[in-house]
């Protein structure tokens, strides 16, 4: 299935350039604006520098906590339209192994552009006191579903 191969391809690939702090990488995988959200925040990041600077606060909080993997985990793939793909995922971040945090839900919707996969919108079901992301708060996690079945919504629209 072209969905799920796109899919586990991007979050492969932009797990990976977390881990390797490459943003170049993954700047090939996002479509600018890109809208990025959690649990109580929005963004539209419009311009190469505003990626830039949030993929490095999330890398630096990834690292922060000690984690050298992530594990993410298909839950559910959507077509949205003739050429997006939705999918719900889990993401694990982990050391050594162990898990620095617990697991919690994300979504992005993937646009086939120029070739390949773009990233156009995702929904990171982390709670945070600043927005970009500077710390994952999952421990106060819920009841995730609503704001998953909400952005799964305003996506297909």
């Given at each position: 299935m072209v969905g799920r191969t796109a899919i586990r391809e991007w979050l492969d690939a932009t797990g990976a350039f977390t881990f390797s702090r490459d943003f170049?990488?993954?700047?090939?995988?996002?479509?600018?604006?890109?809208?990025?959200?959690?649990i109580n925040g929005h963004s539209v990041i419009a311009t190469e520098a505003a990626l830039a600077r949030t993929f490095g606060e999330w890398i630096e909080m990834v690292h922060g906590l000690g984690a050298d993997e992530g594990l993410r985990e298909?839950?559910?793939?959507?077509?949205?339209?003739?050429?997006?793909?939705?999918?719900?995922?889990?993401?694990?971040?982990?050391?050594?192994?162990?898990?620095v945090c617990?697991?919690?839900?994300?979504?992005?919707?993937?646009?086939?552009?120029?070739?390949?996969w773009r990233a156009t919108a995702i929904w990171v079901g982390v709670e945070n006191r600043s927005f970009p992301l500077t710390e994952p708060r999952t421990d106060r996690i819920s009841d995730s579903g609503e704001a998953i079945a909400r952005f799964t919504r305003e996506k297909k629209t």
């Open positions: 170049d990488g993954f700047r090939q995988r996002v479509a600018l604006p890109f809208e990025v959200s959690t298909i839950d559910a793939i959507d077509p949205v339209g003739p050429n997006r793909i939705l999918c719900r995922y889990t993401t694990e971040l982990r050391r050594a192994g162990v898990a617990p697991p919690y839900p994300g979504s992005v919707v993937l646009a086939a552009q120029n070739g390949g």
